[in-house]
C-alpha cells in the first residue's frame, strides 16, 4: 500500500523501517507546530522500535493534534491505538486510516 510516508506491505521490516523514518520526519514538524501553539507533545523518537509504548504515545499526539489544529474533528474516532502489527487486515485497516488522519491536519495547517 502506498502510504503518505512510503509502500507499506504487510510483513516487510525494511519497509517498516523507511516507513519509520519518514514518519518520524513529519511529526518533528507537527512537534514543533504544536510548541509554537504552547501545547506540550510527549517526548518520543518515533523511529525507535514498534511497542505498546509507541503505540500509546503516537495514539495521543495524535489526539492532541487533532484537537489543536482540527477541532472539528472528534479525536475520539482515532483509533490508532490497535496493534497494527497483529494481523494483515489490522495492519491496512491501520494505516489507511492513519494516512486519512495525516490528511486531514495537512490540510488543517495548509500544508500540501
Known sequence: MMTLFGDLRWEDPQGLR????????KHQALAQAL??????????LLAD???????????TVH?????QFA????AG???LLADFQE?????YAWHDLHNQIHQRLDQALGIT
Open 18 to 25: 523507511q516507513w519509520l523514518a519518514a514518519h518520524d520526519l
Open 71 to 74: 477541532p472539528d474533528t472528534d
Open 35 to 44: 510548541g509554537r501553539a504552547g501545547v506540550p507533545s510527549p517526548a518520543f
Open 49 to 59: 522500535e514498534i511497542d505498546e509504548n509507541w503505540i500509546d504515545t503516537h495514539a
Open 63 to 67: 489526539n492532541l493534534l487533532a484537537l
Open 87 to 91: 494481523d494483515q487486515p489490522t495492519f
Open 77 to 79: 474516532v482515532y483509533d
